[in-house]
C-alpha cells in the first residue's frame, strides 16, 4: 500500500515537473519584443480639487523599438488588489499627450516613431484615506506598425503613493472676485511646461494658478484693457499665504504701461518678471510672480507673518496681462524644482465658468446655488472657479 503511494506521488511530481519543463521551453521561444521605456520622474502627492482627490503626475514613454509604436490604452492598477482603477484611451488619452519634437498643433499624438518620447499627463482619481498608502502599476497597449502590424502590451512605470496630509496655507490676495486660471489640458499651460535646466527634466508649475481679477459680468478690465491700470486686479495686495523665510526676491524688471498682444516674450531668466519666494517650511517654497516694479516690501532673510503685504500684482516677465501667478514647488529654484499640492485655506466659492473659452468673453461667471455659495473651503479649487478669500 505504501509503496503505491509513493509510486503516486513520484507520478505526480514528474507531471508537474514535465508541466514546468514544457512552460519554461514555450517561454523561452516566445520572441522578445523592444517597446516602451516607462518612467515616471516624480512620485505624485495626493491633492484635492473642488471636494475630490485626485493623483496628478507625468508618464514618459520613450520607444526603443525599431518601429513606430501606436497607443492604444493605458491601465492603472492596484498591484496588491490587482483592481484596474482607470483605463485612458481613444480621445481621452490623446487630449493627455503630448511630445516635445512636435509642434502643439501635430494631429496624430498617439504615433511614437523610434527614439522618441512622449509625455501622458495623468489625472488619476483616487480615494486614499489619510496615512495609507498604495502601490501603482502601468500597462501600456499599442500597436506596432511595421509590415505585418501586431498588437501588444507591457507593464511598468510602479509607484508607492502615500496620503500625506496637504499643506495648509493661507491666501494670496484678499477678497475677490478672482478666477482661478489654469487648465490641465491646455498644451501650453503651467501643467505642461517641462523644464530640464540641471540635468533633470521637472515640473514646477504643475498646480500652479493665475489669479485675475474679474467684476460681476465676467470682465476683468474696464474700458478697452489696453492700458494696465484698466485692469480690475492691478496694483492688489499680495500677501503672505504663511509665517516663513524670504529667501529670494527680484526688483528691477520694468513693465509696459500698455498690454502687449499675446503673451508678453522674454528670456527664460525673465520669464518670471518680478518675484518673492517664501520658505513656508518642510522643503516646501511659495513663488509669487509677474509682481509690480518697485512694490516688493521684503528682502532676503527677512521674516514675515501670514497675512502681512509683500508687494503688488502687476504685469513684468512672460504674461497675456496683469495677473498673479502662484505656485508651490519643493526647491528654491524657480525651474529645478517639482510643483508640490496644497491646501487654500478658507476660500468661498462664488461661482464659475461655463468652460475655459467661455472666460474673458461676452458671457458672465455662473453663481454657485444657495447652500454652496459661502461655504469656506480647505482644498484647490477647480479650473476657472470664482473664488472670494477672507478680507
Not at 114 to 126: E, Q, S, T
Not at 185 to 208: D, I, Q
Not at 382 to 391: N, Q, T
Request: aromatic content about 8%; some cysteine; hydrophobic content about 40%.
Amino acid at each position: 500500500m505504501r509503496s503505491s503511494r509513493n509510486t503516486m506521488v513520484a507520478l505526480t511530481s514528474l507531471i508537474l515537473m514535465a508541466t514546468w519543463v514544457v512552460r519554461i521551453a514555450r517561454a523561452s521561444v516566445m520572441p522578445l519584443r523592444q517597446s516602451f521605456d516607462i518612467q515616471i520622474p516624480w512620485t505624485p502627492l495626493p491633492a484635492k480639487i473642488d471636494g475630490r482627490q485626485r493623483l496628478v503626475y507625468e508618464l514618459h514613454l520613450t520607444n526603443f523599438s525599431r518601429d513606430s509604436l501606436r497607443l492604444d490604452r493605458v491601465e492603472v492598477a492596484n498591484m496588491t488588489s490587482g483592481a484596474v482603477l482607470h483605463t485612458f484611451e481613444s480621445l481621452e488619452l490623446k487630449s493627455m499627450i503630448a511630445r516635445q519634437d512636435r509642434s502643439v498643433s501635430e494631429p496624430e499624438k498617439l504615433v511614437i516613431p523610434p527614439g522618441v518620447r512622449a509625455v501622458i499627463y495623468v489625472g488619476l482619481p483616487i480615494e486614499l484615506p489619510t496615512g495609507a498608502e498604495c502601490s501603482l502599476t502601468h500597462k501600456i497597449e499599442f500597436e506596432v506598425q511595421s509590415t505585418n502590424p501586431e498588437r501588444a502590451a507591457v507593464e511598468g512605470g510602479k509607484l508607492v503613493v502615500h496620503n500625506e496630509p496637504m499643506a495648509t496655507i493661507g491666501a494670496p490676495l484678499r477678497g475677490g472676485p478672482w478666477v482661478a486660471v489654469y487648465n490641465e489640458s491646455w498644451e501650453l499651460g503651467h501643467r505642461r511646461v517641462l523644464y530640464a535646466t540641471k540635468g533633470r527634466v521637472h515640473v514646477p508649475g504643475r498646480f500652479a494658478i493665475d489669479w485675475i481679477k474679474v467684476d460681476t459680468n465676467g470682465k476683468y478690465f474696464q474700458g478697452d484693457g489696453s492700458k494696465i491700470t484698466d485692469w480690475f486686479g492691478y496694483g492688489a495686495e499680495v500677501i503672505a499665504v504663511s509665517d516663513g523665510v524670504v529667501v529670494a526676491t527680484r526688483d528691477w524688471i520694468a513693465e509696459n504701461s500698455h498690454v502687449v498682444e499675446g503673451v508678453q516674450r522674454t528670456s527664460l531668466e525673465n520669464a518670471s518678471g518680478n518675484f518673492v519666494t517664501l520658505d513656508l517650511g518642510h522643503g516646501r517654497y511659495a513663488f509669487y510672480e509677474h509682481l509690480k516694479p518697485g512694490s516688493i516690501r521684503v528682502r532676503q532673510g527677512d521674516r514675515v507673518r501670514i497675512g502681512s503685504v509683500i508687494a503688488q500684482l502687476g504685469y513684468t516677465g512672460q504674461s497675456t496681462g496683469p495677473h498673479l501667478h502662484f505656485h508651490v514647488s519643493d526647491n528654491i529654484s524657480p525651474l529645478d524644482a517639482e510643483g508640490l499640492p496644497y491646501a487654500l485655506q478658507s476660500f468661498r466659492v462664488l461661482g464659475t465658468y461655463s468652460s475655459p473659452a467661455a472666460f474673458g468673453k461676452s458671457l458672465p461667471w455662473s453663481p454657485i446655488g444657495p447652500g454652496i455659495n459661502g461655504e469656506p473651503r480647505v482644498e484647490l479649487p477647480a479650473a476657472f472657479a470664482v473664488v472670494a478669500f477672507p478680507d
